[in-house]
């Protein structure tokens, strides 16, 4: 995927075919609706703009895929322990996420025969960051969440990287949010993930509703 983000000032626009959702899912999708309330909303806290203005998050297509993965990896560990169906919403959340990418990459101009190589590098990037990121939220280890987003958003930054630590303790208070959301609320594609607070004020309480 090239870099190339939004334009500042523009933040809170989707990259076109990031975040574009209807007529992408496949036909196999009985609950589309649910589906696709829930993937807006988790399409929705990864535009907001404090990410890219507070918490060193490149407004570029890739910084805006590294955020998009960490709300999904998200959502993806809260309907681990759900029943049956919450587990089938997420498979089929993180299907159009990667039906969002094959589009965003075609859109880009991609030739068609790179396609598949570039999606395949794309979803190991994210599976990927899935066990880095699940490695450390297991360990309550915000040291070493902060590290793996440090590597995986700023790659070529080294030492010079910004510490990462506002992110990953928003993605801490958003897990334990996520953890009080209801199955009820999951079958109906209602969960909702904490908002970000700009640095500086005070942080999202852990277990807190969401504003």
């Known amino acids: 995927m090239q870099q190339g983000g939004a334009q500042r000032g523009a933040l809170n626009e989707p990259i076109p075919g990031i975040f574009m959702i209807f007529g992408l899912f496949r036909k196999r999708n009985h609950n589309q609706i649910i589906v696709v309330r829930q993937y807006d909303t988790l399409t929705s806290m990864a535009r907001q703009p404090?990410?890219?203005?507070?918490?060193?998050?490149?407004?570029?297509?890739?910084?805006?895929?590294?955020?998009?993965?960490?709300?999904?990896?998200?959502?993806?560990?809260?309907?681990?322990?759900?029943?049956?169906?919450g587990q089938?919403?997420?498979?089929?959340?993180?299907?159009?996420?990667?039906?969002?990418?094959?589009?965003?990459?075609?859109?880009?101009?991609?030739?068609?025969?790179?396609?598949?190589?570039?999606?395949?590098?794309?979803?190991?990037?994210?599976?990927?960051?899935?066990?880095?990121?699940?490695?450390?939220?297991?360990?309550?280890?915000?040291?070493?969440?902060?590290?793996?987003?440090?590597?995986n958003?700023?790659?070529?930054?080294?030492?010079?990287?910004?510490s990462m630590i506002g992110l990953a303790d928003w993605m801490m208070a958003a897990e334990a949010h996520l953890a009080g959301i209801t199955e009820a609320e999951i079958a109906t594609g209602s969960a909702t993930l904490p908002q970000p607070p700009r640095i500086g004020e005070a942080a999202p309480q852990v277990g807190a509703d969401a504003p």
């Open 88 to 151: 089938e919403l997420a498979q089929e959340i993180v299907d159009a996420f990667f039906e969002d990418i094959d589009y965003s990459i075609r859109e880009l101009g991609i030739g068609d025969n790179s396609v598949p190589k570039r999606m395949k590098k794309l979803a190991g990037m994210f599976y990927g960051r899935l066990e880095s990121y699940a490695a450390a939220m297991d360990g309550i280890d915000r040291d070493a969440l902060a590290a793996a987003l440090r590597r």
């Open 50 to 85: 404090v990410f890219y203005t507070d918490y060193d998050v490149p407004d570029t297509v890739m910084g805006r895929f590294e955020l998009l993965s960490a709300v999904m990896i998200l959502f993806f560990r809260r309907t681990r322990s759900s029943e049956t169906s």
């Open 153 to 162: 958003i700023h790659p070529k930054a080294g030492e010079g990287a910004p």
